[in-house]
Structures are given as C-alpha cells and as structure tokens.
C-alpha cells in the first residue's frame, strides 16, 4: 500500500540583496554601521556587510578591498572614501572593473560631513585633522564605536540630512539607487 505524501508548505525567504561597503577605517565603518541600525527596519530586503580598511591611499584602499572581497557574491558594492586625497583615473576604472561605486564623504571626509549634517561652517582649507578635533568631542564615546553617533546622529537628523555623501550612503543601505 502506498503511502501518501503530506505537502509540505515550503518557506521561501524573500530575495535579499547583498551589498558590500567598505569604509577607510574603524570610524567609517562605526559611522556606516549606526546608520543601518537607525534604518534597519527599512533595509529589510538588504543585507550590508559593512567593513573597513586600514587607511591609506585610495589606491592602496580600493586595491586590497579588491583583493580581499573580489571572490565574494555580493549584488552591490560600494567604497566609501574621503575626499581630501583624489582619485586617480586609474583607480577609479580599477573600482568600476571589480564592481565598486564610489561615495566620496563631502566636505574633505566623514567628520565634515558630519559637521555639515549638524550646521556646522567647514572651511573650504580646513584640515581633516581640525574636523575630527571638532566633532570628537560632541560624540557619545569613541569615534571607532557605532554607540557614540547614537545621541548626536538619531534616525530623525539623519532623515533630514541633505549632505549629498550621507544621503548616498543612506540610499545604499535602504536599497534606493545611490
């Protein structure tokens, strides 16, 4: 006598996009990391591996995350560099041919962009080493710990943030073309 099969229900999971960034350093990737825990809910389809290099140039950066990352399956990929150090021609083909955009922290780097999301005037000459000076201190701890963005750079001031290197990384984590 046969038997019957029972139908078993299969849950599908929802198709989730992988998207890899990759930050200049520990305080990027704390920055990046607060930031998709404000937007977490709305990143639901997005999966992020947030991850740092050591510094560098942006050759060096873009060469070794190339490097480390390149056998990995991510659907989107993307390096977030400051600005004060340009990109060469070359580095950018050498990002673009490994799959990566670029997202440039404006003005100079990620503490002036922070700066400019809280109001505060950068000079258009103004060292990053001034900048991390200034917004260290409004900080809730370490700049290398996610937690310390947490008073300063709430869900609400990241909404209505209009600094265009902020904007496109919130547009990378909740899936919106960056």
């Not at 990759?22 to 992020?48: T, Y």
């Not at 070359?90 to 799959?99: E, L």
């Not at 000076?133 to 701890?141: A, E, I, S, T, V």
Request: aromatic residues 6%; proline residues 5%.
């Amino acid at each position: 006598m046969a038997r019957k099969r029972t139908q078993r229900t299969q849950h599908r999971q929802a198709s989730r996009t992988t998207l890899l960034i990759v930050g200049e350093g520990p305080d990027d990737q704390a920055f990046i990391k607060h930031m998709n825990q404000q937007f977490r809910a709305d990143n639901a389809s997005v999966k992020p591996t947030i991850e740092k290099q050591s510094g560098g140039s942006p050759g060096n950066i873009i060469t070794n995350a190339a490097r480390k990352y390149g056998h990995l399956p991510f659907d989107q990929r993307f390096f977030v560099l400051d600005s004060d150090i340009p990109i060469s021609q070359q580095d950018h083909d050498k990002a673009k041919k490994h799959g990566y955009h670029i997202i440039l922290w404006s003005p100079i780097c990620l503490e002036g962009a922070l700066l400019d999301v809280l109001g505060e005037k950068i000079g258009s000459d103004e060292p990053a080493a001034s900048l991390k000076k200034r917004l260290h201190p409004l900080l809730d701890g370490h700049h290398t710990d996610s937690n310390a963005y947490q008073s300063r750079f709430p869900r609400a001031v990241l909404e209505k943030a209009t600094n265009e290197s902020v904007v496109a990384v919130k547009k990378a984590l909740v899936k919106e073309s960056a």
